[in-house]
């Protein structure tokens, strides 16, 4: 799939932009999936009027325990001062994540592709499990901002392996909320921090950080570079680059969908966030999917 100067090209800047990756059709398939998703998904009493201590301890809860689940989760600002929904539902959610794509036969497709396992191969990565899946919305106007982050801190394996596949499904802009990297920055430190379950391995725990390397992380957005990309377009990314997507204040919505793998070669600790519990088995990226 991949042309030598292109797998170089990965290597010294630690990601790679293939444009046309994935078709129109495809993007509009996936697209049409997750709206209804979200269109089908019902919050629990719970989830639709909160205080800010019920919310983050339900967030905590929910994110902890949807490694081997589809779950809808809000964008940070959705809610107004009295607690309810300021907008409709379906502008309301942030992302659906962690294993849709295991789940769900329209995810499952666009996910289990001979052409993306051919990808993972030519940049090395052995025996791809697609650990993880996120389908973001980045909604018009409260579309959150995710900070500069290297994704080996929240998927951690020894040796690190975790790879992000982004992909867009609408045109991620500047003024949206494109991806913002910082060439080579994979290279120059390590990995900062690990997020780690807190303690026993119940979904109450909660979770911390613990710092490897001081060095700081690059500062948005003047010490990266911006990935503005046209729907359909695959942003391969290195576990180790630092990288960042502003707040979306704008009319417009950036659909993006996200795919992490690490080796099944490398091990993954039990204190990981983001756990299966065998239901869901992982499956490497290059299984077949149901037609
Ligand atoms: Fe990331």
Redo the contacts with the bound molecule.
Sequence with gaps: MLSSKQVEAYHRDGFLVIEGFATAEACADLRRRAVEIVHEWEPSGERTVFTTDEQERASTREFLSSGDTTWCFFEEEAFGPDGALRQPKELSINKIGHATHDLDPTFERFTYTPELAAIAHDLGLVDPLALQSMYIFKQPGIGGE?GC???AT?LYTDPMSVT?FWFAIEDATLDNGCLWAAPGGHRTAGLRQVFKRAGAMTDDDGTLFEVLDTTPLPRPPDDLVPLPVPAGSLIV?HGLLP?WSGANRSPVSRHAY?VHCISAATDYPAWNWLQRRGAVPLRRLDTVSAP
């Design positions: 995710v982050h290297q994704d929240f992000g990314l990288h996200s």
